[in-house]
């Protein structure tokens, strides 16, 4: 078992057309501090050092995400996260790079706001890095497993397309929700194929298996090279 990513949070500060996520049915909130530690520890147990903070939602909504990152980095965990940038303050990053944040992942639905927080970047000194910057790019289209309307057909150009086994079916990979259910799939914005909690991993009552959902015989994503380690 993997762990891809850790939903903090499933609230976002934007509407974006080409995003499931408006229309999201999913009750929406924030993972405790609890939740996120028992998550952290799950990860570890998995052999990783790396977490990442997002999913379905933008993790600087989340009230704790400095003690987040600083929890990580005392457990030997680089954290690191996906953003839209618009919360980003200079007071924010400095607490961040405190906290351990070496780098973190731009997605830019607001215009300029790449090149803004890399203007905060070199304004404040801090030791972190911009290790990806995504763009939707129209000529690259597909619809979440059509969970948008085909109007709104926008592919993050960081995920691969084409055929065989995806990343969650290579590698037994899993989600944890922001609530602790984990999750098969990063793109399952109604978090339809939970199988259990943190607490089942931990407490060695369940077992991880991949097993395709409803979702899977629409999509054609994350079959490239991506690799959890």
């Known amino acids: 078992m993997k762990i891809y990513q850790i939903e903090i949070s499933n609230h976002c500060n934007l509407t974006c057309s080409y995003c499931p996520h408006p229309t999201q049915q999913r009750t929406r909130g924030d993972m405790t501090r609890e939740t996120f530690e028992k998550s952290v520890e799950l990860l570890l147990r998995c052999g990783q050092r790396t977490a990442y903070l997002h999913n379905f939602g933008e993790p600087l909504l989340h009230p704790e995400v400095v003690d987040f990152v600083a929890h990580c980095t005392e457990r030997g965990v680089d954290a690191s996260f996906f953003t839209n940038g618009v919360l980003l303050s200079p007071e924010l990053l400095v607490r961040l790079a405190d906290a351990g944040l070496t780098h973190l992942c731009v997605s830019k639905h607001t215009r300029g706001e790449g090149d803004r927080v890399a203007q905060l970047i070199e304004e404040t000194g801090v030791p972190v890095a911009i290790r990806d910057r995504f763009r939707p790019q129209r000529q690259q289209l597909h619809s979440w497993a059509d969970q948008v309307t085909p109007g709104a057909r926008i592919l993050p150009v960081h995920v691969s397309e084409g055929p065989g086994p995806c990343l969650f079916e290579r590698q037994q990979a899993a989600v944890v929700l922001w609530d602790g259910r984990i999750g098969v799939c990063c793109i399952d914005v109604e978090g339809q194929g939970a199988r259990g909690t943190v607490d089942d991993y931990l407490a060695g009552d369940a077992e991880y298996?991949?097993?395709?959902?409803?979702?899977?015989?629409?999509?054609?994503l994350m079959r490239g090279e991506e690799d959890l380690s």
């Open 209 to 220: 298996h991949f097993a395709p959902i409803p979702l899977c015989g629409s999509c054609s």
